[in-house]
Structures are given as structure tokens and as C-alpha cells.
């Protein structure tokens, strides 16, 4: 059978996005999502011409995207009390939409490539479905905030590297989807949140740390996938593969390369925590809440002795409350070094 020019660029183009071993530019990326046929109803993508579907309010949407929050992130759930009522909706509107991206690759109804094109062409409409609040929300959140959409196609392209990525030879490798998936994360919560020039480079070191929390929050959980983000030249450095990963070895190796990996993080974290002083004042206490209760997930792993298997490593919600003195202490410490290296500078 003689495949049509269209279907064969198709089938090309999951050929590439399913096969390639370095990530490609998010541009090239999306496009190659965007060459593939959409396999749906047609029914589907005309859902807010509709009368017979249940529009949703805005209100409704953006509950719903606080009901995700709370479902799958407790700590940022928790973080984002302490933003100003229309900040904290958009950001959790923002985790709700990374959060339904993510499943598009992690937990799909079908092939993951195909889902995730579906899901690009939703979000990339200028009319959001009206039956999908995520959509709703996270639509009216980045019209509003007029938030950049090449960061949102960074994203977009980072968990399309789940697709075909699960191993990185370095962490120069592993940065870059850091980057795309958490630190574009930051960049675009600060266009909700405000912030003053010279806060990205912040936000961007913030993003690999608590990407990279999560890396070794969930090697267990990754491994089950097939996936294996700790580097392949630090797994050696310690003499590991990524086969003891797969095959949950747990030992005196796997100990060390997590506190290797532990204390990266761990400066990040410090290099990173000076740029709250640069957000707008109303939402340092939340970003800084963030930081400081995610970071405890470091700590925890190491109360774990390490098992990262069989263990998942959190914070309680009072272990996060005994926190909130120090955080709020954390932020008074870094506005008044801020304040006395600007007056040093004048």
C-alpha cells in the first residue's frame, strides 16, 4: 500500500520523536508533534460550539485546578497559602496544567506521542475546551499575566523528551531537562508572581534543584518506567549502571552517589534562595516555602538511609508547619542582605 505524503511525514516524525537519543529545539520538537495525525473525534476538539456539553465556569475551573493541586503536591499546596488570593489561583492553575501535561506521558489513554500531540494542539487553541477546567484556567491565566508562550513550548517540549529520553550521559544532559520541565516552571510563575530584573538566573538554579529533589525523590518510582535520570557517567563514577538502578540495587555505592547528588542539590538551593529578594514582596514567603520544604525532602532521604525504593521521602503537615518560624526568619535574612548590598551599590 502506497502511503499518502502526509502519512508518511507522520510516521516519520514518531519515528524521530520516538527513537532520537539528544533532545531536539522545543520548535523542532513541537512540529514534529504537530505532523502527526490527530485520531480523534472530531466531536472533541468542537466541544465549545457544544450546546449539548457542560460549560464550565471560570470559577469551577480554577477550584478544580486547586483540587489537583492539593491531590498530587501537599508541599506546594501548602506553599501557596501564603500568596495573595489571585497569585495563588494562577499558580495552581499553572501546576494543574504541568500536572495534566506530565500525564499525557506518563499516564496516557494510549500511545503517550499521540496524547501528548492531542494535548499540544489544546493548549496551543486560541478557544479553550469548555468542558476541560485545566484548559479553562490555565487559558485565562496566561491571557491575562500575558505569560511568554515560547517558555510554555520549553515546557511542552521537555515532557516530550519522556517520550524517547531515559538516560542521560552527563548532567550538562540532565540540566537541560531540568530546565525545560521545572526552572521554565519558575520563569513562568514569576511572570504571575512579579519580579524585578536580574531573577531568572535564581529561578533557573531553584528549578534544577527541585527538579533534581525530585529525580531522587522518585528513582524507585522511575525505575518502574523504565527510566533512569541520574547520569550514566556519575553512575559509573560510583560504580553503578543503570541496570542496578532497574534492578533497585541498594547498597554502600548507591548511598554515596545519593549524597553526591544530595549535596548539588543542596547548593543549588543556596545559590538560588538569594533571588526571593528580587520577587515581589507580597510572594516571597511562598516561593521561599517552596524552596525550604522541598529541600527537607533531601534530608528526609538521608533519615531514609537512603532507600529510595521503598520509602518516599516527605514532609508531614506539622513538620511543615514547625518550619514556617525559620522560613519567615529565611526571608527577613535575605531582604536585609539585599537591602545592604544596594546600599553598598549606591
Known amino acids: 500500500m502506497q502511503l499518502s505524503p502526509r502519512s508518511s511525514l507522520a510516521t516519520a516524525a514518531e ?10 529545539p522545543a520548535e523542532e520538537q513541537l512540529a514534529l508533534l504537530l505532523h502527526l495525525p490527530d485520531h480523534h473525534h472530531p ?51 499553572l501546576y494543574a496544567f504541568c500536572r495534566m501535561s506530565d500525564d499525557t ?17 489544546q493548549v496551543r487553541s ?14 485565562d491565566t496566561r491571557t491575562r499575566f500575558q505569560l511568554e508562550p515560547a517558555l510554555v513550548d520549553e515546557l511542552l517540549a521537555g515532557i516530550a523528551m519522556d517520550l524517547s529520553l531515559h538516560r542521560y550521559e552527563t548532567f550538562a544532559d540532565l540540566w537541560l531537562y531540568c530546565y525545560r520541565v521545572a526552572s521554565v516552571v519558575g520563569l513562568l510563575s514569576m511572570g504571575i508572581l512579579g519580579a524585578d530584573e536580574g531573577a531568572d538566573a535564581y529561578a533557573i538554579k531553584l528549578g534544577v534543584a527541585l527538579q533534581l529533589t525530585n529525580i531522587l525523590r522518585d528513582v524507585g518510582e522511575d525505575a518502574e518506567r523504565g527510566r533512569v535520570y541520574l547520569p550514566m557517567d556519575e553512575l ?3 560504580g553503578l549502571t543503570c541496570d542496578d538502578i532497574l534492578n533497585r540495587v541498594y547498597d554502600d555505592r548507591l548511598r554515596a552517589l545519593l549524597d553526591f547528588q544530595i549535596a548539588r542539590a543542596h547548593r543549588l538551593y543556596d545559590e538560588s534562595l538569594a533571588g526571593i529578594a528580587l520577587l515581589a514582596p507580597d510572594s516571597r514567603m511562598g516561593v521561599a516555602a517552596a ?10 532521604i538521608v ?12 514532609l508531614t503537615t506539622t513538620e511543615k508547619l514547625c518550619l514556617l518560624p525559620s ?20
Open 327 to 346: 522560613i519567615w526568619r529565611t526571608v527577613r535574612r535575605i531582604e536585609r542582605a539585599a537591602r545592604r548590598a544596594g546600599t553598598r551599590e549606591e
Open 43 to 93: 466531536a472533541e476538539h468542537s466541544h465549545h460550539h457544544s450546546p449539548s456539553v457542560d460549560r464550565l465556569s471560570l470559577h469551577e475551573a480554577y477550584r478544580s485546578c486547586e483540587q489537583i493541586t492539593r491531590q498530587h503536591s501537599k508541599s506546594f499546596f501548602f506553599s501557596t497559602q501564603f500568596l495573595p488570593h489571585e497569585k495563588r489561583c494562577a499558580v495552581r492553575a
Open 303 to 314: 533519615e531514609n538511609d537512603y532507600d529510595v525504593y521503598t520509602k518516599r521521602a516527605h
Open 291 to 300: 524552596a525550604i520544604i522541598y529541600r527537607g525532602i533531601l534530608d528526609r
Open 15 to 24: 519515528t524521530v520523536l520516538s527513537s532520537r537519543s539528544q533532545p531536539l
Open 126 to 139: 486560541s478557544h479553550p475546551r469548555s468542558d476541560n477546567a485545566v484548559l479553562l484556567a490555565w487559558h
Open 105 to 121: 506521558v506518563d499516564l496516557p489513554t494510549g500511545n503517550p506521542t499521540h496524547t501528548l500531540a492531542m494535548w499540544v494542539r
Open 236 to 238: 559509573q563514577q560510583f
